[in-house]
């Protein structure tokens, strides 16, 4: 399944682009997402995001849907056409 994710800040000079889309697998978590990321655009990128306990405490994500945006955790479920945000407070 594929999910978008908008990125903010300094993952889009990390990656180079405000917008990516990721294929994982059905039943698939943030963290799924983030180390999909990171195969895609470098080790820097999913490091930014997550460390060994979960998000990294100055990094948000969000599911975007409507004019509503839900916080997720690394261990949070994503849908398929699902978009979320990365928001990483540097």
Do not use: W
Not at 59 to 73: F, I, K, M, W
């Amino acid at each position: 399944m594929n999910v978008t994710v908008k990125l903010t800040g300094p993952m889009v000079a990390r990656t180079g682009t405000r917008d990516a889309r990721v294929a994982v697998p059905e039943e698939a978590t943030v963290e799924d997402v983030v180390n999909r990321l990171g195969e895609q655009y470098g080790q820097q990128v999913s490091a930014g995001i997550v460390d060994g306990f979960g998000l990294r405490s100055d990094t948000r994500v969000l599911r975007e849907s409507g004019r509503d945006a839900e916080p997720l955790s690394a261990h949070s479920s994503v849908e398929a056409g699902d978009t979320v945000r990365v928001q990483v407070n540097a």
